[in-house]
C-alpha cells in the first residue's frame, strides 16, 4: 500500500510522475473557480492538491465570461479566472487532471478513495496549458479530504415556455449574449434590448424559491456594455427588485437608470412580432401592453449542480437547502456547488474550504496519501 | 559584463526554431553544459527541470517565456521575433543584478486586534498554521459575538482555541506603521500602552448595530432602532396595532439587514392585534433564506409597501406616513403606533488610519476592488476583516479570515517579490517612494530608506517614480530594462514598436493570441511587466530615442490594478510623453495607453495594429 | 386611503377560502396583468390591482366591484405567476365572499332566480315542448329542486336513484 515507486497509471509518462512523485492529500472535484481557488489556497497553507476536472479545460464557466468594463473596472470577476489560471501554473505543487469524472467513493480511516474515469467529450477549445492533462485510464485515488466545486448549472429558460426561448427569434440567454460580447459586439443590429430577470429564480411555482443573487449585477453591466459598444441602443430592464452590490454598485445603478429604461414588471409573454420578439407586459396603467425589441435577454438563474444527487450519494450528505450540496466530515464544498455565488465569492468560499480541509487532515488522522492503479 | 549563456529547454510552441541559430543571431553562448557567468532561458521559471535551477543558483538569469511571446508566422518571421525577444533578455541579464543574498527575515508574529467572529477566526488560522498571535481583544471574553453573528457559532469556534494565541483583553491598537514582515504596533492596554513588531496585522473590530436615519419629520417618539423590538411580545404588551419597519429607506439597506427586517417583521405579525407594514425601496433577498423570509413574511400577513424617491412623505405633525402605492398609483397613509428603523452591523474606521500621513486614504488603502478581496489591503500584510469591511456575518467572515491568513502565511513564508534594492549614496531622502509605493514597502527609518520584508510585489512604481534612480525591485531598474531595450530594438526589423505589457492584463492575453498563433508584426518588441506602474515618462522618452517609432502601454481597467494606481500613473506618463512629442513637434501618436482586462486579447490585437497603422501613415 | 381605517384580516379571510390560500404570497411582479385577456379588453381590469385591494384590507371596495365578475377564468395568470398565486381561483374566492355579502351582480342575481324558479336559465313551456314533439324529443320538465337547494334557498333534497346527468 505504501509503495511509492512510479506505477503506470495514466497513459503517458508524465502523468506517472506528477501524481505518485507529490502527495496530494486533498482531492478536488471541479476545475473551475472555486476549484482552482481552492488548490491555491491550499498551496499558499503548504498542503498539495489534485484538481480533477471532467470538461477538457480548466477555468470552469466564468472562462467564457467578457470583461464586462467600459474604461472602469465593473468588479465582475471574469479576468480573476485568468489571474487563478496563472498563479496556478506558477505553482509546481499543483496538479491537475482533465476529461476526469469521479464515479465512486469509498470511505477510508478519515479520508475517502476516490475513483476516477476518463471522459470522453469535446477536445479542449482554448489552447491546452501546461495544467491541463487529461486523464489516461481508469484510477484511484486515496486522499484525506475533498472539496466539492462543481459550480452550478444555469437554468433551462425553455422551461419558462412562454418567454420564447428556443421558440421565438432573438431571445436569447443573458449567458449568451455574454458570449456574443466577448467576441466583441452585439449580434446583427440589435438596438432595442430588452432585458428580463429572474428567469428561474425566487419562482415558488419552478419550487426555485431563492434569489440567484448574481442576476441583477451581471444582466445591468450587460446592458450597460452593450450600450457602451452600440452607443445608439435603447436598453429596457423588466426586473422585480434590484439587488446590492455594496457602495461602488450604488454609484454605477444610480447611473444605470438615469440611462435604461427600468420598468417594475415581468412580461408575462414573448412572442414573433413584425420586426423582432414582441414582449407583453404590463404598462404603467395596468393595462397589458406589447413592445417590439430586437433582443430579448432572459437573466436566467442558477441551479444546484447537475452532479448534486449523485455526489451527495456518493459522499452520503445529506442535501442542502434549495438542492445545493453541504459538506460533511472530510468533504467541503467551494464555490456556486454550495449556493448561488458570484465570482470573488467563490473564490472567497474556496478559502474557507480549503482551510476546513487542512483542519480535518489534522484532526482526522487523515492516512498517508496514495494513488493507486485500479 | 558578463556574457550570456541561452540555455534552450524544450518548450511547446517553439518548433521550428533552431537553438544554434537564433543564439547566434542574438549573440550569445549556447549552453553546452559548462560554466554559466549569467543566462536567458527560454521558459518561465517553474517550469525549469529542477538540475538546470541548481546550475543557475546565484547567477543573473533571465527567464524568458519565449512562447509567450512569439506567436505565429513563417519560420523566418519567427525567427527574427525571438532573436529580438533573446537580445532584449541578453541585454537585461548582462546587467548582471542579482536578488540581494541577504534580507531581513520577516517577523512571523501576527497581531489580530478586535472582536467577533472574524477575529477569532483569523486568530485561529494563523496560530494553526504556526504563527505566534497575539490578540487584543476589546473585552475580555474570546468567547464574545459581535452584532449580527450566531453566538454559538462564534462559542464554539472559540471552545477548541489552538496553543500559540497570546490574549490581550482589553487591549486596543492605537497606532501602527510599516508593512508585511515588519509592523510596528502601539497597544495600549490596561497596564499602559506598549509598543510591539509583528509580521503581519489583521483588524477585525467587532460589529455594532447602526439604525438607518429616520425619515426627517417624523415624530421623534414613534421611531426606534430594529432591536428595540425584542421580544416580540413586546408588541402585544404596549399595546401596538399598527407597526411601521423601515428597511432600506433613508439610506441603502443590505441584504443582510432586509432579512433582519424581514424576520423581525414576521415574528411582530405574529402577535395577536398586530398589523405590520414593511416599508422599502428594493427587496433584497440575495442573503441565505432571503426569498424564504420574504415570502413567509408576506403569508404571515405583513404588508409590502414599496417606496418610490422621496417618500414616504409626512402629515399629521410627522404622525403619519405618506405614500404612493405603486400598483394602485393612489396615496396611502399609515399612522403608526410604532417605527422601527432598520439596522446595518458596521465598526468605525480607526482614527489612526485616519489623518495619517503614514496611511493612505481609505479610499487608496482599501478601495472597492476586484482583486483586492479576502480581508486583503493594498497594504500586504494588513487585513481589513468583518464589520469594518462590510462583510455579512456567518460564513463570509470565516471564509474572508481563512483567505486573509493564507495570504500573511504566503507572504510572510517567502511568497513576496526580493526586497527592492536601494542606493543609499544617490538616494536624496526625498521620500517619493515611501509616499508612491502602494503597499507601503519602503519604511523611511534613521535616515534610510528601510523596504519592509515580506511586501513588495515588484510593481516597480518607486522605479518609474524616483528622481534618483535609487531604488528598485532587483532586475527591474531602469538601466537594466533600458540596456535590454536597446539589444532588443538593434535586433529587431523596422518599424520596431515596444509593447509595455503589464503581467495582469496585457501579458497573459498576449500570451495567449501568441500561444494560439497569431502573427504579430516582425518588429514588435515585447516588454513583459509585472505591472504597468513600472512605466514611467523616462522610459517611453528613452525607449523612442533608442529608435523605437511606437510605443504602446497596455495596462488593466480603472479600478483593477493589483498595485491601486500603477495603470492611472502609466497612463498619465504616456499623456506626459505624447505631450513632450507634441511640444517637440513630433507626432505624438506615437505612443498610446490601452487599459485592458486578461480575458480582452482582441482588444490588445486591434491596438497593436492600429498602432502599426498609425506609424505606416506617419511615413 | 388611511390603512388604519382598511380590515388587516380580510386577507386571512379570503385565504381561508378554498382556492382562496395563496393571495397573500403575490408579490406585484404583474406577469398575470400582462397576459390577462379581459384586461387587454376592458381598460380597469387589471387582477393584480384587485389582489393589492384586497391585502390593503380594502373589503368594501373588493366585494362590491363589478370589475371582480369580469374574470372568465382563463388561468392564464396561473400559468404564468411565480408565486403560484393560483389568481383565478383567488377571485373565485373573493367572488363567492361578495356573494355572499350581497354584491352578487344584478345579471348574476337574475340568472340565480332564474335557476331557482326553472332549474333552467331558460323557461321550458308548453310551446317548447310542443316544438320538441314535432321533433320527435322527449319532453323536457323543470325541476328546479336541486338548484334551489345548491342556491340555499331550500334544504338538499335526497336525490332519487338513477336519476343521473
Redesign the interface.
Known sequence: MHNRGPRRVGGCLEEIIFLSALDKPVLIIGGGVAGLAAALELDRRGLASLVVEKGPNLGGQARGFCCKALEVCARCGACRVGDLLQQAAQRPALGALTQALAVAAQRQGAGWEVTLIPQEGPKPTSPALALERPLGERLLVQTGAVILAVGHQVFDARKKSRLGYGRVPGVMTAGELEETLAKGGLPGQARRLAFVQCVGSRDQALGRLYCSRVCCGFALRLARLARYLEPGSEVTFFHMDVQDYGQAWRAELAEMRAGMRFIRAIPGEVRPGAGGPLAVFAGPDGQPQEEEFDLVVLATGLEPPVAAPALSEMFGLTPGAEGFLTGGQGVLVAGSAGGPRSIAESIESAAQAAASAAEHLVSGQAPSPEVAHA | MPRPTLCWVAAPGLEGLEPPALAMAAGLDLDQGGALEAAVVTV?E??APDKLRARLLGRPVQWLDLAAELGGGGEGHRGQRAAAALSRAAGRASLGTLPPLYSPQPNQRVLVAGQGLAALAAAR?AA??GHPVLWALSGDDPAAAGAGEDASQVAGLAAGLPEGIELAPQTELTNLTGAGGSFTAWLKGPQGTARQRFGAVALAPGGAYRAEPAPPGLAPDLSRPLSACQPASLASAQGWR?VAILAGVGQ????QGFARALATAYALQAQPGV?V?LLFR?????A?????L??QA????V??A?LGDGEPRLADQGRTLVWQ???????????PDVVFLCEETGAPWPGFLDNNLLWPARSRLLP????L??GRTARAGFYVLGALR?TPAG??R???A??A???L??LL?G?AAPLPAVRTLTCARCLTCVRVCPHGVPEHVEDHIQPAPAACLACGICAAECPAHAIAPPGWSTAELMEGLACGLAAAPAPAMVLMACG??AM??FA?LS??GHVWPAGLLVLPLKCAGRVGLELILRVLSLGAEGVLVAG?????CRSVTGNLRARLATGQAAGTLSDLGLGPEAVSFL??????P?ALAKAVEAMYARLGAVE | MRLNDCDPSFKHEIARQPGGEGIKTCFACAACTARCPVGSLKPEYDPRRLLRLAILGRREEVLSSPLIWLCCSCQNCSEVCPQDVRCTDVLTAIKNLAAAAGYAPPSGQAMARQLAAHGRLLEVGEFENDKRAELGLPPVSEQPGDYQALLGLKPEAPRPAGEGA
Open positions: 518561465p517553474v517550469q488560522q494553526l498554521l399598527q441603502p439597506a443590505t441584504a398589523q407594514t428594493e427587496a433584497l433577498v440575495a441565505p433564506q432571503g426569498e424564504r420574504y415570502r408576506r403569508q404571515a400577513g404588508l409590502m414599496r402605492d405603486q400598483v394602485l398609483a393612489e396615496d396611502l397613509e399609515l399612522a472597492e476592488h476586484a482583486r478581496d479576502g462590510g460564513e463570509d470565516l471564509a474572508e481563512a483567505a491568513v493564507h495570504d502565511h504566503d513564508g511568497g495582469q492584463s497573459p492575453a495567449e500561444r494560439s488593466c481597467h480603472e479600478g483593477m487599459h485592458m482586462a486578461n480575458n480582452q482582441q
